[in-house]
Every structure is written in C-alpha cells, then in structure tokens.
C-alpha cells in the first residue's frame, strides 16, 4: 500500500512551467533588456543611477533564466523584480503624473501577485 501512495503522490506534483509564468518572463526580459539600454544611454543619469539600474537589470536577467528553469532563485529574483519594477514606476508616475507609468507599475504588480500563487510555487525546484 505504501508503494501506491507514493506514486499517487507523484503523479499528483505538478510538472512543467505554467503558460503565465513563460509569459511573465517574456514581458520581464522585454523590459529588463529595455531598461539596460536606457542606461547605457543616460537617461538615469551618468552616477550611481546608471549603474544601479545596470545592476538591478543584470540580476533581473539571471533571474529570469533561473524562473525558466523553474529554480527557486530564479524565482525570488523575479519576484523582487517586480516588486522593484512596481515601485520604481510608482514614484515615477508621482514625479511627472504620466499615466503609462501607472499602466506598467500595475503590470508589475500583477506579476508578482501572480507568481506568489501556490501554483506557481509548487513547481519549483
């Protein structure tokens, strides 16, 4: 009996990444790719903001490749991420009131609640 408890434990693990995790990572390389060339090009300013955001991005890369391979890490760096991503657009729309900094920060934030979920958590490894 032990023996068919096992496998019905098995078979019950979910396996395989879910389509909104694969999406999440599409929209944050998308992102992070376009945040990394913004820097490059000043927009952040020429200091630590530039840099910063090159740091901030080149984490958020790895994160992205380890969430694809369903890692943990991976996870937690995406997960901070877009919490980061969500903040930073929120003080943004505060400085210069442009409604599509509000747009992506909610993204973000959807991002995260959703990669929160029990679902997407048992399917890690």
Request: charged share 15%; hydrophobic share 55%; with cysteine.
């Amino acid at each position: 009996m032990s023996d068919s408890n096992e496998v019905k434990k098995l078979q019950t693990r979910a396996r395989g990444m879910l389509p909104g995790v694969a999406g999440i990572c599409m929209f944050m390389l998308v992102m992070t790719t376009l945040n990394a060339f913004a820097a490059l090009r000043g927009t952040f300013g020429q200091g630590r903001g530039k840099y910063g955001v090159l740091a901030i991005c080149t984490l958020l890369a790895a994160g992205i490749f380890g969430l694809l391979r369903l890692t943990r890490w991976g996870w937690a760096l995406v997960l901070a991420g877009c919490l980061t991503l969500f903040l930073g657009n929120m003080v943004y729309f505060r400085q210069t009131h442009a409604a599509p900094f509000v747009v992506q920060g909610l993204f973000a934030l959807v991002f995260f609640l959703y990669l929160v979920r029990t679902e997407v958590r048992e399917r890690l490894h």
